[in-house]
T-cell receptor
């Protein structure tokens, strides 16, 4: 059963437009959720985690337990945000399970 | 070292041959993961090592896949009798304490089975 769902394979927006990358999860325990990002020709790296409640590079993500969602948002997209974004769920504080990923393309 | 190191960076092999992929994690990281990255499949969990505990092998797709971690450091992922569907990028990651701490990824090994 898919535990992390990212419904969009590709999201294309214009520079300056708002961005929302969707992530839904399925987990019976208390979830720990993360967003990882992979820029072109770079390693996959952590972007942010829900327990930190911080904004990184203008991105924020709020955990909504009622909707079992952890969508990633940014009010004004920049060209350098173009990358592959993965939502991830930590199961019992151990292994990290990733979604299929969403390619974000920011057009000028 | 500065980060997680994987070798080789690229591997082309013939169908039916065995391959070994190597991962050197960050020194002191007790947790080590292997993932497979392929188009349309995202990041597929393969196996997870944590300290001296028995590894979580629940993601290995078949008994042709195996992995070991020697001395709590270097790990080797072995694929026996490779098939074309094994073609993918194999990523290794390490972290200090497991899933709650950030994972540090290597650059991956791109495996092509012809």
């Amino acid at each position: 059963a898919q535990r992390v769902t990212q419904p969009e394979k590709l999201l294309s927006v214009f520079k300056g437009a708002p961005v929302e990358l969707k992530c839904n999860y399925s987990y019976s325990g208390s979830p720990e959720l993360f967003w990882y990002v992979q820029y072109s020709r770079q390693r996959l790296q952590l972007l942010l985690r829900h327990i930190s409640r911080e904004s990184i590079k203008g991105f924020t993500a709020d955990l909504n337990k009622g909707e079992t969602s952890f969508h990633l948002k940014k009010p004004f997209a920049q060209e350098e945000d173009s990358a592959m974004y993965y939502c991830a769920l930590s199961e019992y504080g151990n292994k990290l399970v990733f979604g299929a990923g969403t390619i974000l393309r920011v057009k000028s | 070292g500065a980060g997680v190191s994987q070798s080789p960076s690229n591997k082309v092999t013939e169908k039916g041959k065995d391959v070994e992929l190597r991962c050197d994690p960050i020194s002191g990281h007790t947790a080590l993961y292997w993932y497979r990255q392929s188009l349309g499949q995202g990041l597929e969990f393969l196996i997870y090592f944590q300290g001296n505990s028995a590894p979580d092998k629940s993601g290995l797709p078949s008994d042709r896949f195996s992995a070991e971690r020697t001395g709590g450091s270097v790990s080797t992922l072995t694929i026996q009798r490779t098939q074309q569907e094994d073609s993918a990028v194999y990523l290794c990651a390490s972290s200090t304490t497991g899933g709650r701490s950030p994972l540090h990824f290597g650059n991956g090994t791109r495996l092509t089975v012809t």
